[in-house]
């Protein structure tokens, strides 16, 4: 069955870094493009992040560009998110998610991996 | 402030279908048929229920369903049961980013 298994999070300080990642199991991972999306707490859900089957396109939401860098290694079923210039804005819960294909919508998620960003 | 609007709340008994709205601009909503639905349930990860518009994932049970009008899109929940308390969000392709809702918590009564 799918799985996405999150990993990464912690607490960091504002103006600092996290690398997030995902592993994945139970589809052919390099077929399908995949997404980052958060949730602060109590709060409703944002989308972050999309990359290709390839890795080849990418895109961010406004919110995050410059900051956070999503990518993929197809070898390893793992995709990843780099967080840089972190600010307390960011802190979510963060969850890694399937791409339905073409609908433009997520089948499967993981249980999150929890960003906080305070001093 | 979400891009789209969704009301904060909504409730019915059991057996009956409520309706909860989900409305946007010709830029997303009424602009691509790339609406989804998701279940969230307290401390867990959401769940697909409806995707482009009115699809249901297998798995999903027929009681729920969705639609869209113009600018606003809509799911719909029939013959009510205890375990779909919980909140549902819409979401819409809007040309690059995906735009959710805030979110609406359905009580059944």
């Known amino acids: 069955q799918v799985q996405l298994v999150e990993s990464g999070g912690g607490v960091v300080q504002p103006g600092g870094s996290l690398r997030l990642s995902c592993a994945a199991s139970g589809f052919t991972f390099s077929s399908r493009e995949m997404h980052w999306l958060r949730q602060a707490p109590g709060k409703g859900l944002e989308w972050v992040a999309i990359i290709s089957s390839d890795g080849t396109y990418k895109n961010y939401a406004n919110s995050v560009k410059g900051r956070l860098t999503i990518s993929r290694d197809n070898s390893k079923n793992t995709v990843d998110l780099q967080m840089n210039s972190l600010r307390p804005e960011d802190s979510a819960l963060y969850y890694c998610?399937?791409?339905?294909?073409?609908?433009?919508?997520?089948?499967?998620w993981g249980q999150g991996t929890l960003v906080t960003v305070s001093s | 402030q979400s891009a789209l609007t969704q009301p904060p709340s909504a409730s019915g008994s059991p057996g009956q279908s409520v309706t909860i709205s989900c409305t946007g601009t010709?830029?997303?909503?009424?602009?691509?048929?790339?609406v989804s639905w998701y279940q969230q349930h307290p401390g867990k990860a959401p769940k697909l229920m409806i995707y482009?518009?009115?699809k249901r994932p297998s798995g999903v049970p027929d009681r729920f369903s969705g639609s869209k009008s113009g600018n606003t899109a809509s799911l719909t929940v029939s013959g009510l049961q205890a375990e779909d308390e919980a909140d549902y969000y819409c979401s819409s392709f809007a040309g690059s980013p995906w735009v959710f809702g805030g979110g609406t918590k359905l009580t059944v009564l």
């Open positions: 482009e518009v009115s």
């Open positions: 010709s830029s997303d909503v009424g602009g691509y048929n790339f």
């Open positions: 998610a399937r791409d339905i294909s073409g609908s433009y919508s997520v089948d499967y």
